[in-house]
């Protein structure tokens, strides 16, 4: 870079934006936490992990990791009130650590965002294909060959993905390129109120028509022999996912929080927001699959495949269906926005215009998504890791992205984060954030970051490696 900025001195540019309200705040974050991993990985990752096992773990690791997590991420950017790279570097070199090493780790934060758009934009351009296909009432999907074969030439079409995929980054674009508040939060005030109905009707369908009392048995009946390491794990993975923190997104956020606002009201709010949405959408898929013979355990194709089957054959399949995939659609795109503002921000502090630092943003996770795109057709046979044998062998590049995010970079992210908010920061500092929450609980936060949140990620890290 050729002009640095020195440590702890105040970001040029136009500064950060400011949310209107806490509850602007709470909406958007909403928005950035729910998305693909509501509603397309929690339904197919409990269906592959055992069902109630899975889902009343994820709820454990939610509430007493991620949630320290997101506080902690929350806190940080409010504190620091900048993008990632300056909010922790400025913060380090307050309190003496080494702002240097801080800012590269913003930096990483800020550039993973655009890997993880990078696939997140291919899967979220198929949700605007499959809400077209609403049009059709799934006239593809008439049975299980024809379903997969409607699959297979998706993913064997490469140009049209990554059509699919720019229009999905077009209206990303569109919202972030308006601003904090023009843009982000004035979108979101309209679409999370629509995304509410969408999935109620979905919910409240699902449940009179499908096998709801078998879904719930699914969901919350849990058989602990089933319990292993592996679905601890996914399920600790996930948790980290949905709550979209250990990159610094949920950092860029509370950077715009209002003065007044508390960061842990605020969290406690998203997380329960999310938790919601991601139980609901099991009630609107398990039924759903149950009513029609079609089978939980099938990976990830049970929203592209499996589901839109079910949709062919109900009545109303067509509305039903079409109020999913828009719904899905809406969660993606507010998801994607919040996986842009860090970087967006960052460029801004250093003096690009909100759109140009936009439009790279775009341009850099579209040519990101080729490998996606490649490892979905044409290069679907290549295995990057093939020679190393053992789990890697049958992977492919699209593997290794996704998984690499769940297993390495996600907790890596967030260990950094529960030393920072834990160790770095002063505990008077930090409780200055939480000027009307009662003390104890900030205390018990501060507990938390410091002892079995670093202790259970790195149990995970470490699992994740053996286990592959
Ligand atoms: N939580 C998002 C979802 O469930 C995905 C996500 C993970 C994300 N990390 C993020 C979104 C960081 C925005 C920022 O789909």
């Known amino acids: 870079m050729a002009h640095c900025q020195e440590d702890g001195a105040p970001p040029r540019g136009a500064g950060p934006g400011r949310f209107g309200s806490a509850l602007g705040f709470v909406m958007v974050a909403v928005g950035a936490a729910v998305g693909l991993g509501n509603v397309w990985k929690f339904p197919y990752l409990a269906g592959a992990n055992g069902g109630a096992v899975f889902v009343l773990l994820y709820l454990v690791f939610l509430a007493l990791v991620a949630l320290p997590i997101l506080v902690a991420e929350v806190a940080i950017g409010r ?34 965002s655009l890997v993880i758009m990078s696939f997140y934009s291919v899967i979220g351009g198929w949700t605007i294909l499959f809400a077209a296909e609403a049009a059709t009432g799934f006239a593809a999907f008439a049975d299980a060959a024809s379903a997969l074969a409607h699959q297979q030439a998706l993913e064997g079409d490469p140009s049209g993905m990554l059509a699919l995929q720019l229009l ?79 990159i610094g997104g949920m950092m860029t956020y509370g950077a715009y929080l209002p003065e007044r606002a508390s960061p842990l009201r605020a969290s406690v709010a998203v997380a329960g927001a999310d938790t919601a949405v991601a139980l609901l959408a099991g009630l609107a898929v398990f039924p759903i699959v149950f009513a029609h013979g079609l089978d939980p355990a099938a990976g990830p ?8 089957i079910a949709f062919h054959a109900m009545p109303a399949g067509a509305i039903i269906g079409g109020a999913f995939f828009l719904f899905l659609f809406l969660a993606a795109l507010t998801s994607a926005v919040a996986l842009y503002e860090p ?20 341009g850099i996770s579209w040519l990101l998504g080729l490998v996606t795109v490649a490892s979905f057709s044409f290069a679907r046979d290549v295995h990057p890791l093939g020679f190393l044998g053992g789990p890697f062998a049958a992977f492919t590049a699209f593997d290794l992205i996704t998984l690499g995010v769940d297993k390495l970079v996600l907790p890596a992210g967030a260990l950094l984060i529960s030393w920072f908010a834990g160790r770095i920061i002063a505990a008077p500092a930090l409780a200055a954030v939480f000027p009307g929450d009662p003390a104890p609980l900030v205390r018990l936060l501060r507990l938390a970051l410091k002892t079995w949140v670093p202790l259970a990620i790195m149990v995970l890290l470490a699992a994740g490696l053996v286990l592959g």
């Not at 620091?80 to 070199?93: C, E, T």
């Not at 194709?301 to 839109?308: E, M, Q, S, W, Y």
């Open 79 to 112: 504190r620091g009130r900048a993008s990632p790279p300056h909010a922790l570097a400025r913060q380090a070199a307050e309190f003496g650590a080494r702002s240097g090493f801080w800012r590269a780790a913003g930096v990483v934060g800020v550039v993973m």
């Open 301 to 308: 194709a049970l929203i592209f495949i499996t589901l839109p």
């Open 168 to 246: 999905f980054i077009i209206a990303t674009v569109a919202i972030v390129a308006g601003g904090v508040r023009r843009g982000i939060e004035r979108s979101m005030r309209v679409m999370a109120p629509l995304m509410a109905v969408l999935l109620v009707i979905v919910v409240v369908y699902a449940l009179a028509a499908g096998a709801g009392g078998r879904a719930l048995d699914w969901l919350f009946a849990a058989d602990w022999t089933k319990l292993d390491g592996r679905v601890a794990l996914a399920a600790l993975g996930q948790a980290f996912f949905t709550l979209s923190v250990g």
């Open 343 to 362: 970087f967006v921000a960052w460029r801004i502090e250093r003096g690009a215009s909100r759109l140009r630092a936009t439009l790279l943003a775009a």
